[in-house]
Each structure stands twice: as structure tokens, then as C-alpha cells.
T-cell receptor, first 117, second 109 residues
Framework: GAVVSQHPSRVICKSGTSVKIECRSL??????MFWYRQFPKQSLMLMAT?????????EQGVEKDKFLINHASLTLSTLTVTSAHPEDSSFYIC?????????????FGPGTRLLVL | GQNIDQPTEMTATEGAIVQINCTYQ??????LFWYQQHAGEAPTFLSY??LDGLEEKGRFSSFLSRSKGYSYLLLKELQMKDSASYLC??????????WGAGTKLIIKP
């Protein structure tokens, strides 16, 4: 089956530093990748949609200068949390839609838990 | 606006049956998904319904009524490992997933 990986799985950083999270589709090419954030006991919230080779589309309320998304290839998208603050501590999950196949198909990565001290 | 409603928490007994309901109001509809999420992990896919009716997959079944904006996930022969959150998500007209807050299912021996 299709596999999506995320790295790192867990990261602790100091307030004010930047953190990069990678999302890779391991055995398929993904034209579209989605970045979600999930706070404890809450639903997944879509942060942005990234399409390979073009700028990401951010959801309302998500600061594009704070959450930098780069989808440089058909198998890799990165999310950089710049100048992280404790309120950015959350579970970040990516998903990838295969280049071929149905539009409703998305494969989820295992998630990255970010803790900002 | 778009809205997905599901109960916050449910409790059931090992070996029993439980039904988790989900109602939705979205701009467009391209299918309804159920995911299972264990604490600290990403969601895993359980089922996808786009037509009305019941889809059965082993111990899990999912039902959809588009006219009523309603779905349920039915879990039979409950096992302790079924303790998790169950997320209902609807794919809207833009093929974006709109997520419910999830139902935490607690299984007691």
C-alpha cells in the first residue's frame, strides 16, 4: 500500500527557533500534499494545501510567513515553523494525494509532535 | 457554514456492539470517511461511503444517507484495542476533507 513518512516524529525546541518537518510519499508521486494541525482533544485542522511546483494555499487564519511550505518535488513537501512559540506546540500531520487515482484518496503520514519550550 | 457533528465520547463493553453517529452540513459532497485515531498517532482509514447504504468490512460497517446528511459507524464484537477516537470527515466540493472533532470510544471489560 501507499506509504507516507514524516520526519522527525517528535521534536522539542526552544522558543524563537525554527523547525522543519518533512513529508515524503515513499512509493508514489503526490501532486498535492496537505498539512494539518491537531491540538489535544480537537479535530484535525487543515493548515494549507501544497501543489508541486507552485505556492501553497493557506487556510484562513494560518500565517503563511510563519508556516513556510515548500513542495519542491512530487515526493517531498516541507513545513517550516518559523520563530516557534509555545502555542505552536501541536501534532502536525501531512497527507498526500497520489498523482494518479481518485481525487478522494489521501494517505496520511504518522504525524510529528512538536513541543516548543 | 460547514459543520460535522459527532458525540464527544461513548462507552461500550467488550464483545458488544456500538454505533457512532455523524451528521454533516457541507458545501458539496464527494464522500464521507471514517478514520480511527489512537492517542498520539495519525488517523488510519476505516471506510469511505459516497453512495447511500451500508458498507460492511469485517467487524466494522459504515452507513450513509445523503438526503439526511447522516452517517454512522457500527463496530461489532468490540475488542479492547478498539478503544480510540473515531473521526468522521466529509470531502467537500473542492475535494478537501472537513473533519469532525472525533468520538472517543472507551471499551470496558
Amino acid at each position: 500500500g501507499a506509504v507516507v513518512s514524516q520526519h522527525p516524529s517528535r521534536v522539542i525546541c526552544k522558543s524563537g527557533t525554527s523547525v522543519k518537518i518533512e513529508c515524503r510519499s515513499l512509493d508514489f508521486q503526490a501532486t498535492t500534499m496537505f498539512w494539518y494541525r491537531q491540538f489535544p482533544k480537537q479535530s484535525l485542522m487543515l493548515m494549507a494545501t501544497s501543489n508541486e511546483g507552485s505556492k501553497a494555499t493557506y487556510e484562513q487564519g494560518v500565517e503563511k510567513d510563519k508556516f513556510l511550505i515548500n513542495h519542491a518535488s512530487l515526493t517531498l513537501s516541507t513545513l517550516t515553523v518559523t520563530s516557534a512559540h509555545p502555542e505552536d506546540s501541536s501534532f502536525y500531520i501531512c497527507s498526500a494525494r497520489p498523482q494518479t487515482g481518485e481525487q478522494e484518496t489521501q494517505y496520511f503520514g504518522p504525524g510529528t509532535r512538536l513541543l516548543v519550550l | 457554514g460547514q459543520n460535522i457533528d459527532q458525540p464527544t465520547e461513548m462507552t461500550a463493553t467488550e464483545g458488544a456492539i456500538v454505533q457512532i453517529n455523524c451528521t454533516y452540513q457541507t458545501s458539496g459532497f464527494n464522500g464521507l470517511f471514517w478514520y480511527q485515531q489512537h492517542a498520539g498517532e495519525a488517523p488510519t482509514f476505516l471506510s469511505y461511503n459516497v453512495l447511500d447504504g451500508l458498507e460492511e468490512k469485517g467487524r466494522f460497517s459504515s452507513f450513509l444517507s445523503r438526503s439526511k446528511g447522516y452517517s454512522y459507524l457500527l463496530l461489532k464484537e468490540l475488542q479492547m484495542k478498539d478503544s480510540a477516537s473515531y473521526l468522521c470527515a466529509v470531502m467537500d466540493s473542492n475535494y478537501q476533507l472537513i473533519w469532525g472533532a472525533g468520538t472517543k470510544l472507551i471499551i470496558k471489560p
